[in-house]
């Protein structure tokens, strides 16, 4: 079972970086610099329970996973099993303070079904790179924010 896990600081406060990831959806094609799209399943905001869409482009081919937010305790985790897609296992996202601001942390315990069983090196490389990249997006996107409200 591959796992994946990212860590990244952003100058900014953790309320202002959980209202990016984990409730403001419609921002994610634009920090994720389209290679992301995410969306509630039923259209309401995200929250606890919440069941997110994420359409992500990994190598050149487009995949759905639906995550349901089974923890949610604003501003430090969300985390939960996910539920739909070629991946099953389970997400998390923590948020620390740190010296500069955020402490972001992903990380994801994933069984492939499927095809991609098969080609579990090759997808958990892509999923880390994908991950890395948009991170640093996010990273950059939330930054810009910020600086310009103050």
């Known amino acids: 079972m591959p796992r994946v896990s990212e860590e990244i600081e952003i100058r900014a406060p953790r309320e202002e970086v959980w209202h990016v990831v984990q409730e403001d959806l419609a921002a994610t094609t634009e920090w994720s610099q389209g290679r992301m799209r995410a969306a509630t399943v039923d259209g309401k905001p995200a929250g606890s329970g919440a069941l997110i869409r994420f359409e992500l482009t990994i190598g050149g081919g487009e995949q759905s996973l639906v995550l349901q937010n089974q923890t949610w305790r ?3 985790l969300c985390a939960g099993p996910i539920v739909e897609g070629p991946v099953k296992g389970s997400f998390a996202y923590s948020y620390r303070k740190s ?3 955020t402490l972001l942390r992903f990380e ?15 997808f958990k490389s892509q999923l880390e ?11 950059a996107y939330i930054e810009r924010r910020s600086a310009a409200a103050r």
Do not use: I, Y
């Open 129 to 139: 790179t994908n991950l890395r990249e948009a991170l640093s997006s996010l990273k």
């Open 74 to 76: 604003p501003p430090e």
């Open 99 to 101: 010296g500069v601001g």
């Open 108 to 122: 994801m315990d994933a069984q492939l079904s499927g095809l991609l069983r098969f080609a579990g090196g090759v």
